[in-house]
C-alpha cells in the first residue's frame, strides 16, 4: 500500500498585511507538494470562509483547520473517493473546545487510517509559537527561520524540530527538500 505524506501548514495573514511574511506559504510550495502528492492541510487563525476562499484561489480541496485550532473542516467526499475532490462538497466540522491544534491533527491523521491510509507521515512547517500544537502532533516538525523573532521557546517544546538554515520562501524551499 502507498503511503500517504500529510503536510500541514500555516496559512498566513491575507495578502497586504506584512504581518507574518517570513512564514507565509509560497505558491511554489503548493505546486510542489500537488506535484508529489502530498495533502496539503492548511492552518490558520482565520475563519472558516477566508481558507476556503484561499484553497479556491489555490485550487486545492483538502481538510483545514481554522480559527485558531477551534475548527477542523473535512470534505465529506473523503470517505467516498480521496483521491477525488470536488470544490463544491460538503463539509464534516468538528469543533474543539477549547481550540487544539494539536487534537485537529490527530483527529485527521487518524481519519486517514481508517479511510485506509496505514502507512502515513506527517510534517508539519510553521515559525513561532502559534504553531506549537501542530510541530509538538507531527513526525517531523519544521521551523522555517526568522530572525524578527524569537524561536527559542518554541524550539525548546518542539524537542527534535528542524530549523531551517534559510528564512522566508528559502526556508520553505529548504523545509520541503528534507531535513
Not at 110 to 135: A, E, K, Q, R
Not at 150 to 169: C, E
Request: aromatic share 8%.
Amino acid at each position: 500500500m502507498e503511503s500517504t505524506l500529510i503536510v500541514f501548514a500555516r496559512l498566513g495573514s491575507p495578502p497586504g498585511d506584512p504581518s507574518d511574511r517570513s512564514c507565509q506559504l509560497p505558491r511554489s510550495a503548493v505546486k510542489l507538494l500537488c506535484s508529489l502528492g502530498a495533502r496539503l492541510i492548511l492552518v490558520s487563525a482565520f475563519p472558516a470562509e477566508y481558507v476556503r476562499h484561499v484553497q479556491r484561489e489555490l485550487r486545492i480541496t483538502e481538510a483545514f483547520v481554522c480559527d485558531g485550532g477551534a475548527e477542523l473542516h473535512v470534505p465529506a467526499n473523503y470517505r467516498r473517493d480521496p483521491d477525488r475532490q470536488d470544490a463544491d462538497a460538503a463539509w464534516e466540522i468538528f469543533k474543539f473546545s477549547p481550540p487544539n491544534k494539536a487534537a485537529a491533527v490527530t483527529l485527521l491523521r487518524d481519519l486517514f487510517v481508517g479511510l485506509g491510509s496505514p502507512d502515513i507521515l506527517t510534517i508539519g512547517v510553521g515559525c513561532d509559537f502559534d504553531d506549537y500544537g501542530v510541530l509538538a502532533a507531527v513526525d517531523i516538525p519544521v521551523v522555517v527561520r526568522d530572525v524578527m523573532k524569537d524561536q527559542s521557546g518554541l524550539l525548546r517544546y518542539v524537542p527534535g524540530a528542524y530549523l531551517t538554515n534559510a528564512t522566508g520562501v528559502e526556508g520553505w524551499a529548504e523545509a520541503l527538500a528534507g531535513p
